[in-house]
């Protein structure tokens, strides 16, 4: 069989090349410049990314349906790993692709393939992102979900096995499966803690304290020391707020706050669907943050018909980044443990006001909502562009949507200012996020996947 699997070696020359003009790999994808995403290669071509944005849509039905809801943390490290393993178990059949394992910090060598061997990239594909959300996810919603997690990997095992010889089949099964194995005992190594026994937040005036109406103890207060994707960013922190606690009416502190208060009494109905739009929380209801971006990316490759490579790259790529700008955001909030809008108010501006959305438990500054997803999308606009403008429906009607922007980063600062609608952060930790995310995401952006 060729590298293509589906075309026979009988079809005439000229219906070959006709075929093979026409296989399905982000045609509308063609003013992108090589750096931004990769091109279609000859090896790939013909899979399809229909089967990756199934696998991520199944996650975001989960994550939306799971009570309780899966912590953001566990969220982002499963989708940080599995795009990594998902890119690693395609990686070969890219053409001059270079292997992440070169440019991710402490990543081992990923296993190779064998040499003058035909695989399946997609059957590899499949494999990988079975076995990887199967070890990420936690155990009890894997179990919850057993029956449709085996349903769509059987499903995509029984329609590429008509295509396939069983020898060439089960090759590239047993190579994603030995993807995933490498990427779960690299992962043993990173020093993530997700908890929060023993952490006593500290004491001073201005700190942060757990917040109505639960009143939780800190959420992921030692998750900043986590291993990162990039070696880049072991040491970075947002910079501190720029001006000290206060309590007088007058200065920056108060007033920074009260610009939450005073604009909390005269919201808009579209700024409360923002506020809504972007909480992205509730069982039935929200994808969590993290899920919302995925959400988006997922519609995009979707709507424009992707190829396996592509979708694997851009998974990767925003998966990378929205892990590693967490790590930072969350080192810089307990680096500062700066008070929450709620408690401030509360104590001393007006002792009966709430804010619209509900208050996380952890530190406010920065922004972790506006950091992950102006991560995220700077990664977007690295692969589609400055100005690529699309339309979210991640909620459909919901919340005064679906949703329109004119670009990546426009979706990100409405996000920020979400929060400000929400009453839950102030406009620095929004900008401050935004500002430091950004930056994560170019790093991201730097990185060559594709040897030139």
């Known amino acids: 069989m060729k590298a293509n699997h589906i075309i026979s070696s009988s079809i005439p020359r000229m219906l070959l090349i006709v075929v093979f003009f026409f296989l399905p790999c982000c045609k509308e994808e063609a003013p992108m410049e090589v750096n931004q995403i990769v091109k279609p290669s000859t090896k790939t071509s013909g ?4 089967l990756v944005t199934d696998w991520y849509t ?5 994550l939306r349906k799971s009570d309780p809801s899966i912590s953001n943390l566990v969220i982002l490290r499963s989708f940080g790993y599995t795009a990594i ?27 190779l393939k064998e040499d003058s061997q035909e695989y399946s990239w997609a059957v590899s594909a499949n494999s990988a992102i079975a076995k990887l959300i199967a070890y990420f996810y936690p155990p009890a919603v894997v179990t919850l979900n057993k029956t449709r997690l085996d349903s769509i990997e059987n499903a995509n095992n029984n329609k590429l096995g008509l295509t396939l010889e069983s020898a060439v089949f089960d090759r590239s099964q047993a190579y994603g499966q030995s993807i995933a194995d490498a990427i779960i005992a690299w992962s043993k190594t990173d020093n993530v803690n997700l908890g929060n026994a023993g952490y006593v937040p500290p004491v001073f005036p201005g700190a942060w304290v757990p917040t109505p109406p639960a009143f939780g103890n800190a959420a992921g207060p030692y998750y900043g020391s986590t291993r990162p994707f990039l070696q880049e960013n072991l040491q970075s922190l947002t910079g501190p707020l720029g001006f000290g606690y206060g309590e007088v009416p007058g200065c920056e502190f108060y007033k920074m706050v009260k610009d939450i208060y005073d604009l ?5 109905e579209d700024q409360k669907n923002v506020a809504l739009y972007w909480n992205d929380l509730g069982v039935g209801v929200g994808f969590s943050p993290p899920g919302h971006s995925v959400s988006i ?16 790259i851009a998974y990767a790529k925003t998966a990378i980044a929205a892990y590693d700008a967490t790590i930072v955001c969350w080192k810089s909030k307990y680096t500062y443990n700066v008070i929450r809008p ?20 952890h530190p406010e ?3 972790a909502h506006s950091f992950i997803t102006g991560a995220y999308m700077q990664v977007m606009t690295g692969l589609f562009g400055d100005s690529y403008s699309f339309t979210d429906n991640t909620y459909g009607s919901k919340f005064g949507g679906p949703r329109t922007y004119s670009s990546f980063n426009a979706a990100a600062e409405e996000c920020g200012e979400s929060r400000r609608y929400g009453g839950i952060h ?7 996020g935004l500002k430091n995310g950004r930056e994560v995401g170019e790093r991201i952006n730097d990185l060559e996947l594709v040897d030139k």
Not at 47 to 50: I, K, V
Not at 264 to 268: A, D, G, V, Y
Not at 426 to 432: F, K, L, V
């Open 58 to 62: 199944l996650q975001l039905d989960i």
């Open 47 to 50: 899979e399809s990314g229909a």
């Open 264 to 268: 909390s009494k005269k919201l808009t």
């Open 85 to 111: 393993g998902l890119y690693e178990s395609v990686r070969p059949g890219i053409d001059k692709s270079v292997s992440l394992s070169t440019l991710l910090y402490q990543m081992p060598p990923m296993p």
């Open 426 to 432: 102030y406009t620095p930790s929004t900008i401050a």
């Open 365 to 367: 500054y920065p922004g």
């Open 297 to 312: 990316l997922t519609q995009i490759l979707v709507e424009k018909n992707c190829s396996l490579e592509t979708a694997a």
């Open 342 to 361: 709620v408690s401030y108010i509360q104590k001393v501006i007006d002792p009966s006001w709430s804010p619209l959305i509900i208050t996380p438990p």
